[in-house]
């Protein structure tokens, strides 16, 4: 997976696919890198993103109440598919664009942007959902991103830009044999826990680092600005 700020090792699925959420917009130049040679499906006001960087997605949906009506009639002018749904359901309207995505396209890996900022349990949410999704699910902007290792997986990750803050998150109660490489403060075997995470504000000290996982899911967040 490669991303203006890194290049994630190893290499994912072969077909890509950029999510295009509601929250905090993506620097405009920073998103119209990350749309090249990928699909773009936008979720509810993230085509407002894509309408604004002059992008046309390929896809569409949502419950459509925050997405100006202005933005929808630009998405309906350039006969992009779109789905609605109810504003009442069992599910965000992000965990439904992954559902079908996943129906439209088969086996993919993704980048959701637009999913920082706003709401905290919106965030919650997505990161969550990403966490327990089979699929490679990157929440990224370019001040953050997001990658998750499971259990007996290993990570590498070549950075351009030298992140501020790298941290690990368990997603699950506890995540064992946690080992890494090229951190300031390493860790070797280690066992970290979701009701204490004190693995924080960590730094990347050379251009490419590691993190490995024995037992459960870890996030990695990169801080790449305040």
């Keep these: 997976m490669i991303l203006p700020q890194c290049e994630i090792f190893p290499a994912v699925a072969a077909q890509e696919i950029v999510f295009v959420a509601g929250g905090r917009a993506p620097n405009f130049d920073w998103f119209r890198k990350i749309s090249v040679g990928r699909k773009i499906f936008c979720i509810d006001r993230g085509i407002e993103v894509c309408r604004a960087c002059g ?90 991103i997001v990658l998750f290792v499971r259990s007996g997986e290993s990570v590498s990750v070549k950075f351009r830009q030298i992140p501020k803050a790298v941290s690990l998150l368990p997603m699950t109660g ?28 960590n730094r990347a000290d050379a251009e490419k680092i590691s993190v490995s996982v024995e037992f459960g899911t870890l996030a990695i967040y990169f801080c790449f600005s305040e």
């Design 55 to 144: 992008v046309v997605p390929d896809f569409l949906l949502g419950d459509f109440d925050s997405a100006t009506a202005d933005s929808i009639d630009w998405a309906r002018e350039k006969k992009i598919p779109d789905e609605k749904f109810p504003t009442d359901k069992d599910f965000t309207d992000t965990q439904l664009a992954l559902r079908r995505a996943a129906e439209i396209f088969g086996e993919h890996a993704a980048i959701l942007t637009g999913g920082f900022g706003g709401r905290f349990d919106h965030l919650f949410s997505v990161l969550f959902t990403c966490a327990a999704d089979g699929r490679k699910i990157f929440p990224a902007d370019e001040r953050e």
């Design 174 to 201: 506890v995540c064992r044999g946690v080992s890494t490489k090229n951190l300031h403060w390493e860790l070797s075997g280690a066992t970290l826990t979701q009701n204490f995470p004190n693995a924080v504000s």
